[in-house]
């Protein structure tokens, strides 16, 4: 009954914005964290970024976030939950950005901590992705 529904992407020039959306039902998202993926042609699926559950367990970890050095300061992941929607913002769009992007969600998921950080293997519910094309 869980279910990710990614929406936002499109085809935007180098320097452009987008924001992705993933529209969470069936569960709190409270309790969960989210990450996201992309996938570009030719190549792997690559972490982006990663936000925290938020169920206040006192381990000081609640919404904290992930960026891959690819994106950093270029991407910013938030979560509304009273939306229950997750969102992508991702600003100063370049041609490598270009790819299939996918939210997944893991119950009690902590994106990092010093000996860890999250991976594709960590989570069990996943959209279907939604394209974005970076290009002149």
């Known amino acids: 009954q869980l279910q990710l529904v990614e929406s936002g992407g499109g085809s935007v020039q180098p320097g452009g914005s987008l924001r992705l959306s993933c529209a969470a039902s069936?569960?709190?998202?409270?309790?969960?964290?989210i990450g996201w993926f992309r996938q570009a042609p030719g190549k792997e699926r690559e972490g982006v970024s990663c936000i925290s559950r938020s169920d206040g367990s006192g381990d000081g970890r609640d919404g904290s976030t992930y960026y891959a050095d690819s994106v950093k300061g270029r991407f910013t992941i938030s979560r509304d939950n009273a939306k229950n929607t997750v969102y992508l913002q991702m600003n100063s769009l370049q041609p490598e950005d270009t790819g299939v992007y996918y939210c997944?969600?893991?119950?009690?998921?902590?994106?990092?901590?010093?000996?860890?950080?999250?991976?594709?293997?960590?989570?069990?519910?996943w959209g279907q992705g939604t394209q974005v094309a970076v290009s002149s």
């Open positions: 997944a969600a893991e119950n009690g998921l902590v994106c990092w901590t010093p000996v860890y950080t999250f991976e594709g293997a960590d989570f069990s519910s």
């Open positions: 069936g569960f709190t998202l409270d309790y969960y964290g």
